[in-house]
Structure formats: C-alpha cells, structure tokens
C-alpha cells in the first residue's frame, strides 16, 4: 500500500558542503539504519562530513544502481544554495529522482521543476504530505502496534523504534518501522510527515499508514512530540489514538532541565507518562499495556547509567533499558510476551 | 488584534433554497447570539427555512447598512448551485462581501472570484485559516481563559461558551467567546478554524487567538472534539494546552448511546474526563481547576433533568446545570469566584 510517494532505492547519499558531521545526520540515519539504501555519497569541495561510505561520482552511482539522490544534510540559511543547484540539477539530468526533507521545498525552486518535468523524474519533499488522508474511523485493525511516547520532545522515540525493528528483524519477527517524521520518511522511503498534516486528519493518516496485518506483525510507530509537551501535544495525542497501540514503550532523557524549548515547564515523571497515556491508549484500543522504558543515558557514566535502569525497573516494574548502548533486546522480550 | 481575516459586520443572512428550519442553523445561531448582526434574511423561491427576521432584498439590506453577505444555510450535495450563484454574483455586484463555512470554498467558483475582483469585494472561506499562525512557545499570558471539554463530541461545548459569554456580558463582566469552528467564526466575525490547520500551528493558533489580556478579562473558548474521540483527540488537546485554561467546563449529554460516529466506543464518565483534561490542562496551567459541569438534557424530561443534574452535583462537588434550560448562572458564578 502505498502511504506516502515511494521514493525510489537505492540512494546516493548527497552530503553537499556539510558544515560538520552533525549537519549530515540525516544521511547518518539512512546508512545507520538501512545501509542497502545507500550505494555512496556524494560530497562538495569543503565537505566537513564522511559517512565513510564511497564518494562517488554521478556517474558512478548511476552504473551502481542507485535511483534517487537522497539530500542528507541541513543546509545553511534555509536555503537551497546556487552551488548545490548545480549538483542536483546535473543528477536530474543523469536519471536520478530528488527527495529532500528540507523546509526549502524543491517543488518551490522553478529551475530544479523545470529540469524535472523535461527529464520526466520526480522531486519527493518528504516534509510535505502526498496523500489526501481520511478521518480516522476507529475500526480494531488486524496485527499489532508499538507506539513510543515521550516524556519529551527528541528523547530518542524514533531510534527506539528503529532499534526495536532491527532487533525484531534479527529474531526473524515480522515487523515494519513506520515513520512519521522527514527523517524517519527518508531511512525508509515512505511514510506520514505528521506534523504537516491538516488537524482533522491527523489521526487518520496513521490509520492509513498502519493498516491491517498479519496477526504476528508488529508495526513499531515513530513517536512526535509528547503529551505532556505544550506545543505539540496533540499531535502525539493523534498518534497514541490513530495508532491504537497494543504496547506503549516509554521514553525518557534524565538529566533534561526543562522541556525541549519550553524553559519553565519541568519534565514529567514517568509515572505520569505511564498513566496519562495508557489511559488515552486504551480508548483506542483497551488491551493496551506499557511494555517498557527506553532511557537516553547519552549524559550519564556506565555505572550511573547501570544504577539509574536498575533502580527503573525496580520502581516501574517494567523491563529498561538504552537501546543504544545496550540493544534493544530487553524491549523486544516484552514485546514478544504479548 | 486580527485573528482571522475580520469579516465586516452587520450581515444579510442567506437562506437560500433551505429545505428545512434545521439547514439554516448557522444562520439561526447568528440570530441567537448576535442578533446585532444581523439585519435580515434573504430567502429564495421554495425556501423552508424563516428566522422571523425582516425579509429584504439586497438593496434593501444595504439601504440598512448590512455589509456581508453570509451563507447560513446548509448546502445540497455539497456544491454551490445555479440558483445560489444568481444571489451571490447580485450580492457583490451589490457591494457586499461574502462568507462561507461550506466545504465547497467560493475561492474555489472561477465566476465568483472574477467578480469579486472586479467589485473590490472581499470571498470569506472561514473554513481554511487565513493566517500563518505561530508554533505554540507556552508563555504564561495575562487575563483568564475558560475551555469547555466534552465526553463527546456535538455534546454542546458552542453553546455552553456562548451561553457563558452572553450571561457575563449581561452581569458587566468582561469576557469574550473565542471561535474554533466555522459556525462559531460565522457568528462573532472572527476566530481560527482549528480543524483545517497544519499539525504544528495547533496550539499556536490557540496562544493568537487568546492573547494577554486585563487581569479580570475572561476569555471563553469554543472546545472542538474530545480527548476521548479517537478521530479528533489532537484537536481537543491542543486546545488544552494551547488554551492555557484557568477553568475547564466539562460538557455531557447522557443518553447517548455511543461516541459520535464512533460505533463500539462508548463514552467516558465525567470523572475520567474531568481527571485526564484536569491532569493535562495542569501542564500548561498548573492553576487550572474543573469549575463546573454543563449537561445537554435536551432528551430529558423536566424531573429527569433536574434529577440527573442534582445526583450529578452531589456526586461530582461541582455546580451542574443545562445552561439552554436554565441559563448559565451556575457556570458564571464558578468562574466568577476564581
């Protein structure tokens, strides 16, 4: 089913003049997490970032197969610069597609539309929904559903569950990362950029993108925002119903002083989330249990990190873990129980 | 402060070819909460509808000063007809405005817009919002708002804020009703269609339209969905937390059988909602308290009603009333007391 313009694999990797490596996480994401999507990179003169993949030429990607130039780096300003023009107007012309998750839409520079519509190739802007989404209609889906909540905004929900997929993937379970993000949308070449959804149908489109199943197929949902986050609460509000998951894994960052861009407003406590939560979750779906935590320790000691998941568990009674230090096993386990 | 494109004031109300009293409801909602608005009715051959105003013709209502046109009646099959684009090309041929809360956009009819264009006339389509509302930023503001969450939707969340508003008015308090939804736009000139704005903006739109105010100004904003509506929910909770309320309403309407639209959904009890709006409401405002309950008893006999809201107040240690049936007194004094 299509939920999203497909975007054609596999990629080059386009990593422009790249300040630093940050600036290319996207690119970082796609290699981390589906590296068959990645045939190589592409990098400008003065590029500061190396994914440590083969540079290659247009070219030379063309003849090893890959299918669309994937822009994988923020850019400066916002803007789409003339020296990059240059570059994706030349993969144009080489056959390849174009797909960006840039605020800077390629639909809206008349010379990247113009090359495109006379090369007959397609330019995705993945931060811009393709799919006239219907309203939501509540209806129990067949298969099973994972969604990540947060106590707050990038505590980590979409590598939970781009971690939970890669380790169910290993156990040979049936499971599909569904993205809800542009990066998400990009790693995997489809999915619903929610928050550029129209309101009402915000719960509908992640009916759409997570349909009926097999009944041993999880969908593992990328997170957004966090109830408790007053900018976009109601769009993880959307999620946690649309989804209508049947296990919630809670995400938290502990050494936060204040919610992302909200200086004042505290973090809640995963109690809090825990309740709030599963309450809203089991409107949608009343089997729904929290399965586990995923804790982002990325600031905390080995032994600090060890005594925080182990004082967690104890006091949550729920499996925790940082599946990026750690794996994602333990989260998969539970998942497994259900 | 605009928050939509202003629509000028006083109205010609359009029935149209209404083929029943209740088509015409938006039109009767104008009449009831701003009667100052209106100096008319405009009605076609074969019209069932009649708000037992003044029939005019259009000189006429612009000999009385109307200077907006509005559709306040329902449409058949969804488009504009033949016979409506007569009235609507004389009316800006006329020199009046128009404003509609209709799917079928007048921007979207080629023979209205080119006549507007050459008349100077402005086409009003309050169902698609008209400004580039902000991300929320949660800064406490001044003054006092009031946010009426149901169990449902539909349940009378409009008119227990109209209501409210109209009896603070009439007692000398300062206050406001503050639209979220065509009909609620229609009646007062002004306010953000929630429903059609882009995820992210949610709960911006909400911090624009109720901005700092006197310290003893209430503001009373109209609710959308419900936390437990699977198909809306984000909608409601960007209401909460943008809304930054002072005082929630929960509104209710008791016999109804299964959410709206939602068959197998039953509703919550007012004690879950009023524990989940209250938590999250708390986030945003922790001074946010539940001030009263509204009850549509429309379905009710009289003693059944009185009954119902005496057992409700007993109950739920909060004053309970129908503010259609017995005004919204009760309401007032809670918040009047805040």
Tied chains: 1, 2.
């Excluded at 190396?50 to 994988?72: H, N, P, R, S």
Aim: aromatic content about 6%; proline content about 4%; hydrophobic content about 45%.
């Amino acid at each position: 089913m299509e939920t999203h313009a497909m975007i054609e694999t596999p990629y080059l990797l386009f990593l422009g003049d790249a300040p630093d490596q940050l600036a290319a996480k996207v690119a970082q994401g796609i290699k981390d997490w589906r590296p068959e999507n990645a045939v190589g990179q592409f990098r400008m003169d003065g590029c500061k970032a190396d994914l440590g993949l083969t540079d290659m030429t247009l070219a030379e990607a063309k003849a090893a197969g890959a299918k669309t130039l994937v822009i994988g780096v923020a850019n400066r300003g916002g803007l789409i610069s003339q020296e990059w023009k240059k570059v994706l107007v030349a993969a144009l012309e080489e056959g390849f597609d174009l797909a960006s998750g840039l605020h800077n839409l390629l639909r809206d520079e008349a010379d990247l539309v113009a090359v495109a519509e006379a090369t007959g190739r397609t330019l995705h802007d993945v931060r811009i929904p393709s799919v006239q989404y219907p309203i939501a209609n509540g209806v129990k889906r067949t298969g099973k559903r994972c969604l990540a909540v947060g106590t707050d905004c990038s505590v980590g929900k979409m590598y939970t569950a781009l971690a939970m997929d890669a380790e169910m993937r290993a156990r040979g379970m049936q499971s599909t990362f569904r993205a809800t993000g542009q990066t998400g949308i990009l790693i995997t070449g489809n999915g619903v950029p929610l928050d550029a959804v129209i309101a009402d149908f915000m719960a509908g489109s992640i009916e759409y993108l997570t349909p009926n199943n097999d009944a041993d197929h999880w969908d593992l949902i990328e997170g957004q925002g966090s109830l408790f986050h007053v900018s976009y609460s109601g769009v993880t509000m959307a999620l946690v119903h649309g989804g209508q998951p049947d296990a919630l894994i809670l995400c938290h960052e502990p050494t936060r002083p204040h919610m992302r861009g909200l200086p004042g407003y505290t973090l809640p406590s995963l109690e809090d989330l825990r309740d709030v939560a599963l309450k809203l979750a089991q409107v949608g779906n009343p089997a729904c249990v929290v399965a586990g935590i995923s804790v982002n320790t990325q600031h905390m000691g080995e032994d600090e990190a060890q005594a925080y998941l182990a004082k967690l568990e104890t006091e949550m009674g729920l499996p925790a873990t940082d599946p990026f230090r750690y794996g994602a096993g333990k989260l998969v386990d539970a998942l497994a129980a259900i």
